[in-house]
């Protein structure tokens, strides 16, 4: 790795803990747990790695399977995280708060 | 990412720069319950592109591999996300922990294999730790997992010396890691390596207790997230380092608020071996738990005019959510108003009980903040907790001693009156005594939450 693109990868390392520091902070803890749901399902995208690993390498049957298992263990976060989220995130949209409930100033 | 760019290769790079965006307007839109939904549709959108990028930009040479791994994780996946029940949301996600982990560990692995010898330092050490965050995140998480479903005690593993042999595994791995970033061609230190991070995920996690795995929880998150984020440090992977790094930064956030919420140290989380410790009879506890039966409980609750709920794991495992909305409902529809308190650490996740909750179609607006309704507690009729302990030990805010000083609680002690829903008259998961049970505002319904409820509606009927 030559010194310009480590440098670009620190700039990138670095602008994107800062904006995920902005962007993770301002979400409330009612969604705490879609979040983390989320954000593994994000990480997930180990899966590119893991695709090249399976099939882009020549000459290396056993990268070929170390890729396939990790192909498999990183789609399964994926496709189980973005699954999970949605369902959990479904329930939270399902009723509109009503005006009965919650608004601290009415006391029947 | 060498040679010369085809055209192939700057798709992919494109599909990439458009799913970071995605991804970070996908967490933008998690600041708010209406705009989350969508926000996870763009994040689909922007790993589905960045799986096309990969397989047309990357040169793929063998197919095999990578349409069964497609297949068996996807299979795997979406019958996970269909069958979890929202009780095992916590296990669940340790496993999907587990499986990210691993993944970030494989990629490092297979770098090595095959191009060990030509890499530079800064590249090596980018490998190094990827490898061994991965894989001491991939055990850790199962034991998590474990803990959590109970397939593993989830009481704390001690035993005398385990500091100790913890920082004898730990200087072994970073002995490995140092040496094998100086001297890459001996490949058994490599592996080592691999190996001793496999254990040292285990025992970081064996000593916990269940009532900190929301901490632990947010950790392993975040070491996930800096897994994938160290993956693309060595592919020189852009996308890989933004979406590792948010995912690391949310867990670590989240590591954060839990540890402030119990008012304890990550340190000390976990090395401190909290549960295992049975405090002194801190509070002179020689008082009685005075019980109460269902029917004068009902008539408590049908007649107050302010009832709040405080739900804790008992709720999860006694599967009470349901119970407890149809309860709730019965009392609203003779015009008590009820609210939910939730404290941020309140089951074994960050969310958990707002899941629970949302899960029984109990509205979010209902539910309320340790914050927002700690206030209101003097003026609430009865405060009913439903499997919560420690959150709720007055202890913690008056006996400097206790051995949880200091976190914060919901006060219901405050409330006119208390009704405590419990399993039986044993200590909670932390072994301390509850002064909350012997105050005289207090009683206690004993029995299954979920049954207690259920029953406590049908008297409510009645009255």
């Not at chain 1, 496709?79 to 601290?104: A, C, H, N, Y």
């Not at chain 2, 730790?129 to 109970?150: D, H, P, R, Y």
């Not at chain 2, 002690?413 to 044993?426: E, F, M, N, T, Y």
Request: proline share 4%.
């Amino acid at each position: 790795m030559n010194p310009a693109v480590l440098i670009a990868s620190v700039y990138v390392f670095a602008l994107a803990a800062f904006l995920g520091y902005q962007v993770i902070s301002r979400v409330p803890p009612l969604l705490h747990t879609p979040l983390m749901s989320a954000t593994n399902a994000i990480s997930g995208i180990s899966l590119i790695g893991s695709l090249v690993l399976a099939g882009a390498v020549k000459g290396h049957e056993s990268a070929h399977v170390l890729g396939f298992v990790a192909v498999t263990a990183a789609t399964i976060n994926v496709v189980g995280g973005f699954g999970i989220t949605d369902r959990m995130l479904k329930m939270f949209g399902k009723r509109k708060p009503e005006s009965k409930m919650g608004t601290k100033a009415v006391a029947k | 990412m060498n040679g010369a760019y085809h055209l192939t290769t700057y798709f992919m790079e494109a599909t990439y720069l458009i799913a970071s965006i995605l991804f970070v307007l996908a967490l933008k839109g998690m600041s708010r319950p209406e705009t989350a939904r969508r926000g996870m549709f763009l994040a689909e959108a922007g790993m589905f592109a960045a799986i096309v990028g990969t397989l047309v930009g990357a040169h793929i040479v063998t197919w095999v591999w990578i349409i069964a791994g497609l297949a068996l994780g996807s299979i795997i996946g979406a019958w996970m996300a269909v069958s979890v029940p929202m009780t095992a949301m916590p296990q669940r996600t340790a496993l999907s922990h587990a499986f990210g982990a691993l993944a970030a560990a494989l990629v490092g692995v297979g770098e090595f294999l095959v191009h060990a010898s030509e890499m530079s330092v800064v590249t090596r050490g980018a490998l190094g730790f990827e490898v061994m965050l991965g894989a001491l995140t991939t055990t850790g998480s199962l034991i998590a997992a474990g803990k959590l479903q109970g397939v593993i005690a989830g009481k704390p593993v001690q035993f005398r010396g385990q500091s100790a042999i913890n920082l004898l595994i730990f200087l072994a791995m970073v002995g490995c890691f140092v040496y094998f970033w100086m001297h890459p061609a001996v490949v058994a230190v490599f592996y080592t390596m691999l190996g001793v991070a496999f254990l040292f995920g285990i025992m970081l996690v064996i000593p916990i207790g269940s009532a900190d795995m929301p901490v632990v929880m947010s950790l392993l998150n975040s070491y996930a997230g800096l897994a994938a984020a160290a993956t693309g440090f060595v592919l020189q992977n852009n996308v890989l380092i933004i979406a590792g790094t948010l995912d690391g930064f949310s867990g670590f956030i989240l590591s954060v608020l839990m540890c402030k919420a119990m008012n304890r140290s990550i340190t000390n989380v976990l090395f401190g071996g909290f549960g295992a410790v049975i405090a002194e009879a801190s509070a002179n506890t020689g008082g009685v738990m005075r019980e109460i039966s269902l029917d004068d409980a009902a008539m408590q609750l049908a007649f107050a005019s302010r009832v709040v709920f405080v739900p804790g794991y008992g709720l999860a495992i006694a599967q009470a959510q349901h119970a407890v909305r149809e309860l709730a409902e019965l009392l609203e529809a003779r015009g008590v108003t009820v609210k939910y308190a939730i404290h941020p650490v309140a089951g074994r996740m960050p969310g958990h009980m707002n899941v629970l909750l949302a899960e029984a179609n109990v509205p979010y607006s209902a539910l309320y903040e340790m914050e927002q309704i700690n206030p209101e507690f003097p003026t609430t009729d009865v405060a009913v907790v439903i499997g919560a302990n420690d959150v709720v030990n007055p202890d913690a805010r008056d006996n400097p001693k206790s051995i949880i000083a200091g976190m914060p609680i919901l006060e219901v002690d405050r409330a006119r009156s208390v009704i405590v829903l419990k399993r039986g008259q044993g200590r909670g998961f932390s072994g301390l005594e509850n002064p909350l049970f012997f105050k005289d505002c207090t009683t206690m319904l004993y029995g299954d939450a979920k049954s207690s409820l259920s029953h406590l509606a049908q008297a409510v009927q009645h009255v």
